[in-house]
């Protein structure tokens, strides 16, 4: 059973910075989809940013150039380096891997862009 625990959530004035962290536990073989996702009250989840199964990665349009996915050096752990932020960008990330085809998703982590 893969579990995933994200942190690294808060909040940060609009231009402001934060970087998440998303670490896997559960196996010993390495997860290589594994990806970033976000939910605003009232809207659907979306994604943000990912590795796909190819290992490219996979960016929502209104974050490309602001954020970046990243492999920490521990295995199963992905950051998400997220510059130049925007109040729209509140939301609750969520980590996800998809590992044997089956979805495993993080208790999710606040952030909060104030204007």
Excluded: H
């Amino acid at each position: 059973q893969v579990q995933l625990v994200e942190s690294g959530g808060g909040l940060v004035q609009a231009g402001g910075s934060l970087r998440l962290s998303c670490a896997a536990s559960g196996t010993g073989l390495s997860i290589n989809v594994m990806g970033w996702y976000r939910q605003a009250p009232g809207k659907q989840r979306e994604l943000v940013a990912a590795f796909t199964s190819g290992s490219s990665t996979n960016y929502a349009d209104s974050v490309k150039g602001r954020f970046t996915i990243s492999r920490a050096n521990a295995r199963n752990t992905i950051l998400l380096q997220m510059n130049s932020l925007k109040p729209e960008d509140t939301a609750v990330y969520y980590c996800n891997a998809d590992f044997f085809r089956r979805d495993y998703w993080g208790q999710g982590t606040q952030v909060t862009v104030s204007s």
